[in-house]
C-alpha cells in the first residue's frame, strides 16, 4: 500500500509508551507558562521589533534615534517599544526630555543570537 505524505507521520499501529509519557508529563511546564511562553515568541514574529532590538544590541538610543536609524516613523517606532517594553524585552530611562532604550538584559541577545544560529544551519 502507498503511504500519503500524511501518513508519514503516524505510526503503522497504536501503540501507548507508559513509561514516556510519565517522563513527558512530569516535566511538561503548567497551562500558564506554556501561554507566557507562546506569548513572548510572537513578540519576536515581527521584523519591525527585531530591527529595534538590533538597533539596542549596539547602544541605549531614543526613538528619534531609532526612527532615523530604521527609516520608520517615530509612532511607528513608539507602538513597537511599548510591546517589547511589556514584554520586559526592553527599558527605558529619562534623562531631560528624552527617554532612551535599552535591552532589558542579557537573555534578550541570547534568544536572538540562538535563533541565528538555528536559522543558519543549513544554510
Not at 17 to 25: A, G, M, Q, S, T
Not at 32 to 39: P, S
Not at 71 to 90: E, P, R
Request: hydrophobic share 40%.
Amino acid at each position: 500500500m502507498e503511504r500519503t505524505q500524511c501518513d508519514e507521520f503516524t505510526c503503522d499501529t497504536v501503540e501507548v509508551h507508559e513509561e514516556l509519557l510519565k517522563v513527558v508529563n512530569d516535566s511538561m511546564p503548567d497551562e500558564e507558562e506554556l501561554y507566557d511562553l507562546a506569548e513572548l515568541f510572537k513578540v519576536f514574529g515581527d521584523s519591525s521589533r527585531i530591527r529595534i532590538l538590533f538597533v539596542l544590541f549596539e547602544a541605549e538610543v531614543c526613538v528619534c534615534d531609532l526612527a532615523a536609524a530604521l527609516n520608520m516613523t517615530q509612532s511607528a517606532v513608539s507602538h513597537q517599544l511599548k510591546i517589547l517594553k511589556q514584554n520586559k524585552l526592553v527599558k527605558s530611562r529619562r534623562e531631560g526630555k528624552s527617554i532612551f532604550y535599552s535591552l532589558a538584559d542579557g537573555h534578550v541577545r541570547t534568544i536572538i543570537d540562538q535563533g541565528r544560529e538555528h536559522i543558519e544551519e543549513d544554510r
